[in-house]
């Protein structure tokens, strides 16, 4: 499911296809304001998008033989909700 089917699949209940479109984006742009500023989203019952900060490391390229610093960095990781989990796994 990508942005369009999810926009199509919410303006399918109630919603006008560009109020849909409206809220869609909305909400994402929300998320990703919070992460920029360094804050964790939790939404329940599906996961938790946190931001990890990672450290400069020495890396070696065999290529050209030689050492490169990787420059410090944010990554987002996504940790999915034990609810979610459950409800995968159900055999």
Known sequence: MNKNDLINE?????????DARKFVNTIFDTIINALITGQKVNIQNLGSFVPKYYKSKKMYNPK????????????IKFVVSKNLLKKINIK
Do not use: V
């Not at 919410?10 to 560009?18: A, F, G, P, V, W």
């Not at 050209?64 to 990554?75: C, D, S, T």
């Open 64 to 75: 050209k033989k030689k050492y490169l610093l990787i420059n410090p960095r944010e990554k």
């Open 10 to 18: 919410l303006s399918s209940y109630t919603l006008t296809k560009n």
